[in-house]
């Protein structure tokens, strides 16, 4: 299994560029989170979905980010802090439109800058091969 350290360093929203961030989920972002997260199953369930969000929302150990570009959000990062020192990668989606820009790679990327050296982070099953690819 890949692990890959974050950097808790920077505790401020990431920047990438000033057209590019990553933004912390809010309800208000709920539909768009619910489409994104939808690229990432094999077919639409909203049930799902819905479930998958409400646990960002409800559970503290679970976060969502998403990323912005030039006012539109494009992509989807969630995580879950599963012990003091193990972070699981459970979701990266990105709009289809944008997946040659490389957008997962920089979403891993700013989250291991804002979460510091505190944390190992793991792929859950389906993510593997992606971080595989990345290191």
């Given at each position: ?36 997260l ?26 969502l ?42 979403m ?28």
């Amino acid at each position: 299994m890949v692990a890959i350290v974050l950097d808790r360093t920077n505790p401020s929203p990431v920047r990438e560029s000033s057209n590019c961030m990553l933004i912390r989920y809010k309800k208000c972002y709920r539909k768009i989170a619910m489409g994104l997260l939808s690229f990432t199953l094999n077919k639409r369930d909203i049930k799902l979905l819905q479930e998958i969000v409400d646990q960002y929302e409800n559970n503290p150990n679970w976060h969502l980010y998403l990323w912005k570009q030039s006012n539109n959000i494009i992509g989807a990062i969630g995580f879950k802090i599963k012990s003091d020192v193990n972070v699981i990668i459970q979701h990266v989606s990105v709009n289809p439109s944008y997946r040659s820009d490389e957008i997962g790679y920089k979403m891993i990327h700013e989250i291991i800058k804002q979460y510091g050296h505190k944390y190992d982070i793991l792929p859950n099953n389906r993510n593997q091969n992606f971080f595989q690819l990345m290191c």
